[in-house]
T-cell receptor, first 115, second 114 residues
Framework: SQQGEEDPQALSIQEGENATMNCSYKTSINNLQWYRQNSGRGLVHLILIRSNEREKHSGRLRVTLDTSKKSSSLLITASRAADTASYFCATAGIRSGAGSYQLTFGKGTKLSVIP | DGGITQSPKYLFRKEGQNVTLSCEQNLNHDAMYWYRQDPGQGLRLIYYSQIVNDFQKGDIAEGYSVSREKKESFPLTVTSAQKNPTAFYLC?????????????FGDGTRLSIL
C-alpha cells in the first residue's frame, strides 16, 4: 500500500508556537496533499505539492517533500486555537489495476492548540 | 456558494435494512467519491465515479452500492450485507480524477445501528 503515515498521532502545543507534522509513504507518487478536518466535519484541502517540488508555502503553512526518503512535513507557524483539528496527508498515485489516480489517506495527526 | 451537500447528517439503520446516503454537488465536477472513516482512522475508499453512468469499486466496496445517473448526484446505499456499517461517511468530488486532483468534501453522514 502507498498509504501515508503521519507522525506524531497527537500533538499539543501552546498558542503562538510552531507545529510540525510528518508523513511517510511507501510507493512513488504524483503529488502529496495535506487536508484538515475539524471535529465532526468534512476534510478541507490545504496544500498540494508535486513530486518534482521540494517546498511550498501558503500563508502560515510550509510543506516540504523529500521523494528520496518518501516523506513530507507540514509546518504551521504561529499557531492559533482555531488551528485545533486533525491533519491528514494524502498521496496521489496510480491505482493498481485501474490505470486511474487515487488519493490514499493516512490516519492523521490530532493537533491541539492551547490558548 | 458551490459545494457538496450530504444528507442526512445522522442516520440510524435497523437490522436487515438498506439505507441510502445522499450526496449532491454543484461544483460541476466530473469525479465523485465515497469514503468511510472509522474512529482514529484515515479514510478508506468505497466507490468512485469518474463520469456520469460509470463507477468503480474502491478498497472496501463489499456491502455497498452506488449509482451515478446525474453529474451532480452520487448516492450510496449501505445494504444489509454490510455487517459493520457504523461509521462516518464522507462524499467528495474533484474536477477530474486525472493526476490526483484536490478533493472537495461534504460534511459527512454519521451512520449508526439501532
Amino acid at each position: 500500500s502507498q498509504q501515508g503515515e503521519e507522525d506524531p498521532q497527537a500533538l499539543s502545543i501552546q498558542e503562538g508556537e510552531n507545529a510540525t507534522m510528518n508523513c511517510s509513504y511507501k510507493t512513488s507518487i504524483n503529488n502529496l496533499q495535506w487536508y484538515r478536518q475539524n471535529s465532526g466535519r468534512g476534510l478541507v484541502h490545504l496544500i498540494l505539492i508535486r513530486s518534482n517540488e521540494r517546498e511550498k508555502h501558503s500563508g502560515r503553512l510550509r510543506v516540504t517533500l523529500d521523494t528520496s526518503k518518501k516523506s513530507s512535513s507540514l509546518l504551521i507557524t504561529a499557531s492559533r486555537a482555531a488551528d485545533t483539528a486533525s491533519y491528514f496527508c494524502a498521496t496521489a498515485g496510480i491505482r493498481s489495476g485501474a490505470g486511474s489516480y487515487q488519493l490514499t489517506f493516512g490516519k492523521g495527526t490530532k493537533l491541539s492548540v492551547i490558548p | 456558494d458551490g459545494g457538496i451537500t450530504q444528507s442526512p447528517k445522522y442516520l440510524f439503520r435497523k437490522e436487515g435494512q438498506n439505507v441510502t446516503l445522499s450526496c449532491e454537488q454543484n461544483l460541476n465536477h466530473d469525479a465523485m467519491y465515497w469514503y468511510r472513516q472509522d474512529p482514529g482512522q484515515g479514510l478508506r475508499l468505497i466507490y468512485y465515479s469518474q463520469i456520469v453512468n460509470d463507477f468503480q469499486k474502491g478498497d472496501i466496496a463489499e456491502g455497498y452500492s452506488v449509482s451515478r445517473e446525474k453529474k451532480e448526484s452520487f448516492p450510496l446505499t449501505v445494504t444489509s450485507a454490510q455487517k459493520n456499517p457504523t461509521a462516518f461517511y464522507l462524499c467528495a468530488s474533484s474536477i477530474s480524477q486525472g493526476a490526483g486532483q484536490p478533493q472537495h468534501f461534504g460534511d459527512g453522514t454519521r451512520l449508526s445501528i439501532l
